[in-house]
């Protein structure tokens, strides 16, 4: 009798499977309830090349016409560190995220460290900037 293999856990680093974390989202069956979920969500995006994910939760006034995740070269995504999360939950309107991710481009070290903007619309999170 084979065992089931067990769920890939989330690229974004919070412990949890990827369908019982940022799965949903991305899958569009679901809208995060919470600034820090899209920011999680759209870091696991970038991980899996989702260009689609990344711009869907971008707002308007700020969103580039396309990204090419694909076309950008070799990237791998080490991980995820949320540094703080301020405000962000329903009945909030604007939040902020700091975040430190890391990845390598041609074996090269490299860290993002970046506070990003968003806003919630019509019930969705949307990312405005860093």
């Excluded at 019982?20 to 995060?32: K, M, W």
């Excluded at 540094?83 to 041609?106: C, I, M, T």
Aim: glycine residues 8%; charged residues 20%.
């Amino acid at each position: 009798m084979k065992k089931a293999s067990p769920e890939p856990a989330c690229p974004c680093g919070s412990g949890q499977a990827y369908m019982a974390c940022c799965g949903p989202f991305i899958d569009n069956r679901a809208l995060p309830v919470t600034a820090e979920q899209l920011m999680r969500s759209r870091y696991t995006a970038y991980v899996l090349q989702r260009d689609d994910y990344v711009l869907r939760t971008w707002h308007a006034s700020t969103r580039p016409a396309q990204l090419g995740l694909q076309s950008a070269g070799p990237v791998k995504w080490l991980g995820l560190k949320i540094l703080r999360s301020a405000a962000g939950d329903a009945p909030e309107r604007e939040a902020v995220v700091e975040f430190v991710a890391r990845y390598q481009v041609n074996g090269r070290a490299e860290r993002l460290h970046e506070v990003s903007r968003f806003v919630c619309e019509a019930g969705q999170w949307l990312y405005v900037g860093g």
